[in-house]
């Protein structure tokens, strides 16, 4: 057999007996083996929220500058014998001058971080959940928001006492002592925490509304400045819509970084409830089709 008559176009193979042509079909490439499929957490509003309040800096320097700017106003209101920072409806009747000093601050989110609470069940996939969270909270391990120890320290070296008003369940008034103590804020005295559920003689809140505990305070002290992350911490709401709340707050709105300081808090609070029409049991994504009307362009 001649060998030139065995080379086509194509490869040829030459043997020693002949040659033999190459197929040229493609060869079918073996089935990959499927590898594990990673199951992803579901979808959840909070996750950019908490990682912004524990990862960015932006937010440690807002929280820090709300508290340091509240200082100057501290020993402007020490000084000024007329200065109030309760609304009207909580001062009522009781005259301020001559009271001695005092501040109100909220808790979570305003002296306490307590996003590890909400972290947890958006990292095992769970929504929120009151008596896990309270779980959480029973650890005392929240952590100090920046500016809120240095300025309550401040402030008690002033002979200011500093009143918490909390709407944490009145069973957990014990381990949250417990946490503020730890962290070194002043607390000369367990009646400096207000829980949730207080009562009190001629006053009686609806749902979380604080303006009893206020009207208390307001009874034995003039409140100087009031820190909270939700406007029910300054103000109580008679509506809670987007309408309601600006009206609430429209007249004192001269007050707002002068004795009232808000801190920022994406995650939670009236104003999202507010928007999701006040109803716990809608399914979420009614929800977040709610929140979705809210925006506009």
Same mark, same amino acid.
């Given at each position: 057999?001649? /060998?030139?008559?065995? +080379?086509?176009?194509?490869? +040829?193979?030459? /043997?020693?007996?002949g040659?033999?042509?190459?197929?040229? &079909? !493609?060869?079918?490439?073996?089935?990959?083996?499927?590898?594990?499929? =990673?199951?992803?957490p579901?979808a959840?509003?909070?996750?950019?929220?908490?990682?912004?309040?524990?990862?960015?800096?932006?937010?440690?320097l %807002?929280?820090?500058?709300?508290?340091?700017?509240a200082?100057?106003?501290l020993?402007?209101?020490?000084? #000024? !014998?007329?200065?109030?920072?309760?609304?009207?409806?909580?001062?009522?009747?009781?005259?301020?001058i001559?009271?001695p000093?005092?501040?109100?601050?909220?808790?979570?989110? *305003?002296v +306490?971080?307590?996003?590890?609470?909400?972290?947890?069940? %958006?990292?095992n996939?769970?929504? $929120?959940?009151?008596a896990?969270w309270?779980?959480? =909270?029973?650890?005392?391990?929240? #952590?100090?928001i920046?500016?809120?120890?240095?300025?309550?320290?401040?402030?008690?070296s002033r002979?200011?006492?500093? $009143?918490?008003? *909390?709407?944490?369940?009145?069973?957990?008034?014990? #381990?949250?002592?417990?946490?503020l103590? &730890?962290?070194g804020?002043? /607390?000369?005295?367990?009646?400096?925490?207000? *829980?949730r559920?207080?009562?009190f003689e001629?006053?009686?809140?609806?749902?979380?509304n604080?303006?009893?505990?206020?009207?208390?305070?307001? &009874?034995?002290?003039?409140?100087?400045?009031?820190?909270?992350?939700?406007?029910?911490?300054f103000?109580?709401?008679?509506?809670?819509? #987007?309408?309601?709340?600006?009206?609430?707050?429209r !007249?004192?709105?001269?007050w707002?970084?002068?004795?009232?300081?808000?801190?920022?808090?994406?995650?939670?609070?009236?104003?999202?409830k507010?928007?999701?029409?006040?109803?716990? *049991?809608l !399914?979420?994504?009614?929800?977040?089709?709610? /929140?979705?009307?809210a925006?506009?362009?």
């Amino acid at each position: 057999m001649s /060998l030139l008559r065995c +080379l086509p176009a194509l490869a +040829l193979v030459v /043997l020693a007996t002949g040659c033999v042509p190459v197929s040229t &079909k !493609p060869v079918a490439a073996a089935a990959p083996v499927s590898a594990p499929v =990673a199951t992803a957490p579901g979808a959840d509003d909070r996750l950019t929220a908490l990682a912004w309040m524990q990862s960015s800096i932006e937010y440690r320097l %807002v929280a820090g500058q709300t508290w340091r700017s509240a200082l100057p106003q501290l020993d402007r209101a020490i000084k #000024t !014998p007329t200065w109030d920072a309760l609304p009207k409806e909580d001062r009522g009747d009781i005259a301020a001058i001559g009271l001695p000093p005092a501040v109100i601050v909220d808790i979570d989110s *305003t002296v +306490l971080d307590v996003t590890g609470g909400d972290a947890d069940g %958006v990292i095992n996939g769970r929504p $929120f959940d009151s008596a896990a969270w309270n779980q959480w =909270a029973q650890q005392a391990a929240a #952590t100090a928001i920046p500016g809120a120890l240095e300025f309550t320290r401040a402030a008690a070296s002033r002979g200011v006492t500093v $009143f918490y008003v *909390t709407n944490r369940a009145p069973e957990l008034a014990a #381990t949250t002592l417990d946490n503020l103590r &730890k962290l070194g804020f002043p /607390l000369a005295d367990e009646h400096q925490l207000l *829980t949730r559920g207080m009562s009190f003689e001629a006053c009686q809140e609806a749902a979380d509304n604080k303006n009893c505990r206020r009207h208390e305070i307001g &009874k034995t002290h003039r409140v100087l400045l009031m820190f909270g992350d939700s406007l029910g911490d300054f103000v109580t709401i008679p509506v809670n819509s #987007t309408e309601g709340r600006d009206q609430a707050v429209r !007249p004192y709105l001269a007050w707002v970084g002068e004795r009232w300081f808000a801190l920022p808090n994406p995650v939670y609070g009236g104003w999202l409830k507010s928007l999701e029409g006040n109803d716990p *049991t809608l !399914p979420e994504a009614d929800k977040r089709a709610r /929140l979705r009307t809210a925006l506009h362009r």
